[in-house]
C-alpha cells in the first residue's frame, strides 16, 4: 500500500517557469509533511515543511500549498533555474506517542528537468 | 549546523564479508535513522532508534545489525550481505520524534 502518492514521475519545465509537483496521502494520522531535494549521489536535503495546521507556506522560491480535506499538498518552485534540476521527494510522518519518533514515508519522487 | 556524517563514502564488500557503516552528528538530536536507498528509488525506513533505544525495525533482515552507542553515534553492522543489498545507505537524524529529518550523504556499498 502506497501511503504517499506523487505526481507527476517527470517533469521538464523551461527556465524561469513555475514547477508544480503534487502529493497524495491516506493515513490521517500524518501530521508533518517535509520536500526533499536530492542531486544524483547526494543525501536528500530538507526544502521545505509544513503542518497541516497552515494551508500555506513559502521560503523564498519554494511554496508548500496543503489542503487537509483533500488530503493533498503540492510544491510550487516559482522562476524555476537550471540548478534546480534535480529528484523531489515528498514525505509523511506522524507523531509518537511515549518519546518514539516515527519514520518518513515517501512519495516515488519527480525527476525535475528545467530547461536553460 | 544541520551536519550529519557518514563513513565511508563508498564500500565494497564480498558476500562473506563483515563490514560496519557509521553515522555520526553533534546536533544533539536524540532519534536517529537508517534508510536504504536503491537507484530511482525512495528512500525506505530500516531502522529508527529513539533516546538510543530502537524504536522500529522495518521487518529487515538480520544480516543488517543497528547499533547506537550513544546519542550523536549510529553504526550499521553488515554480515554475509547478498548482491541485492547494494544501494545508498542514508542515515537522518531529527531533535526528536516528529521534528525535521537531516540525511548525511550516504554511503555507497557494493555487494559482489
Known amino acids: 500500500q502506497q501511503q504517499v502518492k506523487q505526481s507527476p514521475q517527470s517533469l521538464i519545465v523551461q527556465k524561469g517557469g513555475i514547477s508544480i509537483i503534487n502529493c497524495a496521502y491516506e493515513?490521517?494520522?500524518?501530521?508533518?509533511f517535509p520536500w526533499y531535494q536530492q542531486f544524483p549521489g547526494k543525501g536528500p536535503a530538507l526544502l521545505i515543511a509544513i503542518r497541516p495546521d497552515v494551508s500555506e507556506k513559502k521560503e523564498g522560491r519554494f511554496t508548500i500549498s496543503f489542503n487537509k480535506s483533500a488530503k493533498q499538498f503540492s510544491l510550487h518552485i516559482m522562476d524555476s533555474q537550471p540548478g534546480d534540476s534535480a529528484t523531489y521527494f515528498c514525505?509523511?510522518?506522524?507523531?509518537?506517542?511515549?518519546?518514539?519518533?516515527?519514520?518518513?514515508?515517501f512519495g516515488k519522487g519527480t525527476h525535475l528537468i528545467i530547461q536553460p | 549546523d544541520t551536519e550529519v556524517t557518514q563513513t565511508p563514502k563508498h564500500l565494497v564488500m564480498g558476500m562473506t564479508n563483515k563490514k560496519s557503516l557509521k553515522c555520526e552528528q553533534h546536533m544533539g538530536h536524540r532519534a536517529m535513522y537508517w534508510y536504504k536507498q536503491k537507484a530511482k528509488k525512495p528512500p525506505e525506513l530500516m531502522f529508527v532508534?529513539?533516546?538510543?533505544?530502537?524504536?522500529i525495525n522495518e521487518s529487515v533482515p538480520s544480516r543488517f545489525s543497528p547499533e547506537c552507542p550513544n546519542s550523536s553515534l549510529l553504526n550499521l553492522h553488515l554480515h554475509a550481505l547478498q548482491p541485492e543489498d547494494s544501494a545508498l545507505y542514508l542515515c537522518a537524524s531529527s531533535l526528536q520524534g516528529g521534528y525535521t529529518q537531516y540525511f548525511g550523504p550516504g554511503t555507497r556499498l557494493t555487494v559482489l
Open positions: 514525505a509523511a510522518s506522524k507523531e509518537v506517542s511515549g518519546g518514539g519518533a516515527d519514520g518518513l514515508t
Open positions: 493515513n490521517t494520522a500524518f501530521d508533518y
Open positions: 532508534y529513539s533516546y538510543e533505544k530502537l524504536s
